[in-house]
Nanobody, 122 residues
Framework: QVQVVESGGGLVQAGGSLRLSCAAS????????MGWYRQAPGKQREFVAV????????NYADSVKGRFTISRDGAKNTVFLQMNSLKPEDTAVYYC???????????????WGQGTQVTVGS
């Protein structure tokens, strides 16, 4: 059993900041990447940021570069998304994704959290 749990969403005014957290727990052998996606009403889910743990690299969507920062606490299988200079168009449900395997030599699978709402007022 694997759980991916997000926290930290809320309501903030434009220009403000929020910090999201995501923790993966349970029967995990190793994690290759953890990242964030978001889905606004009436739109498809889109990529926001990822921490490639295997390569120790990060990547961001162009729309959030320079404003959002992804970081991790490897000891706790946790990633954070620091969101600064928030805009109304950042309003969405933010989902955490963990790509992991549960056994040595096993297949890699994606696990998703339940999502956390971020609302940015104008």
């Amino acid at each position: 059993q694997v759980q991916v749990v997000e926290s930290g969403g809320g309501l903030v005014q434009a220009g403000g900041s929020l910090r999201l957290s995501c923790a993966a727990s349970g029967s995990i052998f190793s994690i290759s990447a953890m990242g964030w996606y978001r889905q606004a009403p009436g739109k498809q889910r889109e990529f926001v940021a990822v921490f490639d743990i295997s390569g120790d690299m990060t990547n961001y969507a162009d729309s959030v570069k320079g404003r959002f920062t992804i970081s991790r606490d490897g000891a706790k299988n946790t990633v954070f998304l620091q969101m600064n200079s928030l805009k109304p168009e950042d309003t969405a449900v933010y989902y955490c994704n963990a790509r992991l395997r549960r056994h040595y030599g096993g297949a890699w699978y994606d696990y998703w959290g339940q999502g956390t709402q971020v609302t940015v007022g104008s």
